[in-house]
């Protein structure tokens, strides 16, 4: 019976080796969603900020919970607590 424990023991490691790479981001082009456009805005607050209807995109308050899905064509806006615009990207 003691060859066998040795074996027991590697059957973890053997099993851990089985574990699937995390995905990698896609790469996006550079500015893919546009948001060079809109970077004169940063630092500005109560702006109203005018996006192509075709053109899809999220505004959110740093700290709020945002999905963690990657749409390289999608544009963010981030403002921080007094409504001031912080950043403007793709994703």
């Known amino acids: 019976m003691k060859p066998i424990l040795p ?3 590697l059957v973890p490691l053997l099993a851990a080796g089985c574990v ?3 995905e990698t981001p896609p790469v996006m082009g550079e500015d893919s ?3 060079s456009r809109y970077l004169p805005l940063i630092g500005q607050s109560g702006v109203t900020i005018s996006v192509p209807a075709n053109v ?3 505004s959110y308050k740093t700290g709020d919970p945002v999905t963690m899905d990657f ?3 999608r544009l963010n806006f981030e403002h921080d607590k007094a409504g001031k615009l912080v950043r403007v990207s793709c994703g």
Do not use: F, H, K, Q
């Open 56 to 58: 899809p995109y999220r």
């Open 7 to 9: 074996v027991l023991m």
């Open 20 to 22: 699937p790479e995390p």
């Open 33 to 35: 969603c546009g948001a």
């Open 71 to 73: 749409s390289p064509s």
